[in-house]
């Protein structure tokens, strides 16, 4: 069946970056099938009036842990969490039902801020995959490979084993991609890094992992390696084309030389970045060597939203700052950072990222109605620098309507919520136990 989104200013993130101030979108099925100036053809009896909204590609968030809602809020400010609670915390209450119930409501955030596609790496994956393909959302999904127990696997390293389980079980959705996610350059040995990424070549999926984001990482690996985590990843054979680093704030000029030589990629997290005051990552510097990078919101614990706009903003404030020149990072580049580079990032560059016919109907219509939206004389403008989440209007993915007036179609946010809740009374009275620090 087929749909034309009319009157609309399409912003089209295409080769051109064309903007076509008065234009349509015909949807066939799952496909964008025909875009233009004016109103959209006679014949076709479904019709969306965008009243002069913004229309844009869905956004994609290319590094999240998205069942870590349960965290959100929690010792926001209290350093090293990571070791000090996050990591017990989630062995001694995360389970297979609260993940599931907690990736529900999150990609309920997701799809209501313009995210239509979205990478998570955390345990129970299968779940997490389950609530992905049931809400509609585009997703890549991988079993976190890790040092330790974990609240799936009383075996370290188990995450790898329960990887090619979720492989099996997943590859080859139209929706859904299973990878594999070894943690950390630190949190795994030598052996494991490369066990990992030899899994993800014989499967042929995506390969990735945090790199180059703490300081004690970087100390780790001077004092054991003398070199950087990102020149120890080339070394061992693991750092080429499949490979999708996360946060990568502490690069050398070599570092993003050996990215751009092996074609990997990299998932700018600033968010989480700049409140774990851990540093910018160089992205001017990233994409001037033409090296792929992308827009991730991290954990919702850990940047505490999963939308883009929010990290749209601090993206181009953090650059401009780092580098000491308003003019790097002008508005349409960053917006490019969450569509079609977050796109190339996943290796989907021909089916997401832009508007543009034969590619996947993956839209978000913004309205132009409320008061933080006009005047809007540059739409890129206002996608960074003026808009948020309620500016959302309606949200396809795969050719379904799956947000319409800022609300779910298919389900609703107290219903996702009473369901997480119902789910959390054990993580709630466990977390207790580190109320002096959290």
Not at 246 to 270: R, S
Not at 284 to 297: A, E, F, M, Q, S
Request: net charge negative; hydrophobic share 40%; with cysteine.
């Amino acid at each position: 069946m087929k749909t034309v989104i009319e009157h609309a200013q399409v912003v089209c993130m295409d080769p051109e970056k064309r903007v076509l101030q008065d234009g349509y979108v015909v949807l066939d099925g799952n496909r964008i099938a025909e875009v233009g100036e004016g109103s959209g053809p006679k014949d076709i009896p479904e019709r969306v009036d965008a009243q002069g909204g913004i229309l844009m590609p869905g956004m994609v968030n290319v590094h999240s842990h998205i069942s870590m809602v349960p965290f959100r809020s929690m010792g926001d400010d209290c350093p090293d969490r990571l070791r000090r609670f996050l990591f017990p915390l989630e062995l001694e209450a995360m389970t297979p039902e609260l993940v599931y119930a907690a990736a529900r409501y999150a990609v309920c955030e997701l799809l209501l801020a313009g995210v239509t596609s979205v990478l998570d790496m955390y345990y129970f994956e299968d779940q997490v995959a389950k609530a992905c393909e049931e809400m509609g959302i585009r997703a890549w999904v991988g079993e976190t490979v890790i040092n330790m127990e974990t609240c799936d696997s009383r075996q370290p390293y188990g995450g790898l084993a329960l990887c090619e389980e979720l492989i099996r079980k997943w590859k080859g959705h139209h929706r859904i991609h299973p990878i594999v996610a070894p943690h950390a350059t630190n949190t795994n040995s030598p052996e494991m890094l490369k066990a990992a990424f030899d899994l993800a070549e014989r499967y042929d999926v995506g390969y990735t992992l945090h790199v180059s984001e703490m300081d004690y990482e970087m100390e780790l690996f001077r004092k054991e390696y003398d070199q950087t985590p990102v020149q120890f990843l080339h070394d061992l054979g693991v750092l080429d084309k499949r490979t999708i680093a996360a946060h990568c704030i502490h690069l050398t000029e070599e570092d993003i030389d050996l990215f751009a030589a092996a074609g990997a990629k990299v998932a700018h997290c600033v968010g989480s970045n700049t409140k774990g005051g851990k540093g910018v990552c160089p992205v001017h510097d990233l994409r001037r060597k033409g090296v792929d990078v992308g827009v991730g919101t991290d954990g919702p614990s850990s940047g505490n939203t999963l939308d883009l706009f929010t990290q749209f903003k601090m993206i181009s404030c953090a650059q401009k700052t780092r580098y000491h020149s308003r003019g790097l990072f002008p508005s349409d580049e960053t917006v490019e950072l969450g569509t079609m580079g977050g796109a190339r990032v996943l290796g989907a560059e021909q089916e997401i990222g832009s508007i543009e016919p034969g590619k996947k109907a993956d839209l978000v219509l913004l309205e132009n109605r409320s008061v933080n939206m006009f005047p809007a004389y540059n739409p890129y403008s206002v996608i960074v620098y003026s808009a948020g989440p309620r500016n959302v209007d309606s949200v396809w993915v795969d050719g379904v309507r799956l947000v319409q007036g800022g609300c779910l179609l298919h389900t609703d946010i107290r219903t996702e919520r009473e369901r997480l809740a119902a789910h959390m009374g054990e993580f709630v009275k466990r977390a207790q136990r580190y109320a002096d620090i959290i």
